[in-house]
Nanobody
Framework: VQLQASGGGLVQAGGSLRLSCAAS????????MGWFRQAPGKEREFVAA????????VYADSVKGRFAIARNNVENTVDLQMHGLKPEDTAVFYC??????????????????WGKGTQVTVSS
């Protein structure tokens, strides 16, 4: 199984970035997909998740209204569109897949597969 994240980079505060995660080696539609992030010196935290069908989404309070998660079950991709980026959004962002999740509030220790991470840096 591979989760290949891309799209990170350096952006000024207020700017936008789109992260994409391409999945292979798994039956993508069977997995709840999500994004986590880890800022320097902090623990990894949940950012957003999307249901298997794509019909439901959940966001951390810190990104609600600014980020949008979407998936494509034909292309096996999950994207995170980020607007209104703030310096505190600076982190390594990880794509995650959870097959048995019963809630979209994904728990880190229940994740089946992780992507390698992509760096997002927001300058002030």
């Amino acid at each position: 199984v591979q989760l290949q994240a891309s799209g990170g980079g350096l952006v000024q505060a207020g700017g936008s970035l789109r992260l994409s995660c391409a999945a292979s080696g798994l039956t993508f539609r069977n997995y709840v997909m999500g994004w986590f992030r880890q800022a320097p010196g902090k623990e990894r935290e949940f950012v957003a998740a999307i249901s298997r069908s794509g019909g439901s989404t959940v966001y951390a309070d810190s990104v609600k209204g600014r980020f949008a998660i979407a998936r494509n079950n034909v292309e096996n991709t999950v994207d995170l569109q980020m607007h209104g980026l703030k310096p505190e959004d600076t982190a390594v962002f990880y794509c995650a897949a959870d097959r048995s999740a019963r809630s979209l509030l994904l728990e880190e220790n229940a994740i089946d597969y992780w992507g390698k991470g992509t760096q997002v840096t927001v300058s002030s």
